[in-house]
């Protein structure tokens, strides 16, 4: 099996150590509710100041956008009150679940409200991961982390701690 096919069957990882749903996904300050808000009302944004609501996202916390005046053509998720609080607090992987965004978007929300890279849910998920992985014997007793040298047994489980950030193709 080659490096390429073991990825594409990781899509919903089986290992032992993979970090469960619930806990992966946990909001610690959560849940989130929108700001009280209609279409055409207006809120406060970080990065625009005031602007009128345009409509609300399909994620799983609807939330109020913004229209393509200050967006060049896009519509983009108002960052305000409690969207800012979770980015200072929650980990990236939560919020991309709840808000259905990328990580690149939560990344640059991140350094918009000047909020650390590492929150206190990004470092509760780092921990839940890292205990997993020493209890895998597989993964502890490895010398290197070079994809080239292992069994399709330890990429599998290697990709399975990764969870979603799958490898386009074998490294070389």
Known sequence: MSFAELTESMSSPKS??????G???????GPYTPPPSNVGGFLEDER????EVSGYTGGRIPWPTVGRRYTR????????SPLTEALKLESVT???YWWGVSRTTVARWK???????????SQRLYQVVC??????????NSKSTNPVYHSPEFLRRLLAMAGNRGFAEAPR
């Open 16 to 21: 032992s150590h993979s970090v469960p749903i």
């Open 73 to 80: 053509g896009k519509r983009a998720i108002i960052l305000c």
């Open 111 to 121: 350094r918009t409200v000047n909020a650390r890279p590492r929150s206190e849910g």
């Open 131 to 140: 205990e997993s992985v020493a209890r895998d014997p597989l993964i502890q």
């Open 94 to 96: 939560a919020i991309r």
């Open 23 to 29: 806990i992966r996904y946990t909001l610690i300050a």
């Open 48 to 51: 625009f100041g005031l602007v």
